[in-house]
């Protein structure tokens, strides 16, 4: 049996034919606020162009941008700092920000001292 996706009581066929404003209503506090000020020039023209080309690997640096029903099932290049990391837009990431699912930092793992190291940061003590 599987089960159906809701987001704060809407199905998802409902939530796609709904309006930017519509989804606004749903939504948190803070991104409502963000989405009834309206979209920006940049994040207007990215949406443009996923309509355009549902298919293709579409980047963007707007990791502010909130995922709206619009962006369903389409995968996006999202800027992390310094590469384009592919991400697919599944139901449950409605309302949160891009940004959000690229981490910018990598974690540290540290090993023994490199090639121009000195003799004694070399120094391991047997006990």
């Known amino acids: 049996m599987v089960r159906e996706f809701y987001f704060k009581g809407k199905k998802l066929d409902e939530l796609k034919g709904m309006s930017v404003d519509d989804f606004a209503k749903i939504c948190r506090a803070r991104e409502r606020r963000t989405l009834r000020r309206g979209l920006t020039e940049v994040q207007k023209k990215f949406l443009k162009r996923l309509e355009k080309n549902p298919k293709k690997f579409n980047k963007t640096r707007e990791r502010e941008m909130i995922i709206i029903p619009q962006m369903l099932g389409h995968k996006i290049g999202v800027h992390n700092g310094k590469e384009y990391v ?3 837009i599944r139901p449950d990431m409605l309302g949160h920000r891009l940004g959000e699912f690229m981490l910018t930092r990598r974690l540290v793992k ?10 004694s940061s070399k120094y391991v003590p047997l006990k």
């Open 86 to 88: 592919q991400l697919e």
């Open 110 to 119: 540290h090993s023994a001292p490199g090639f121009g190291a000195t003799r």
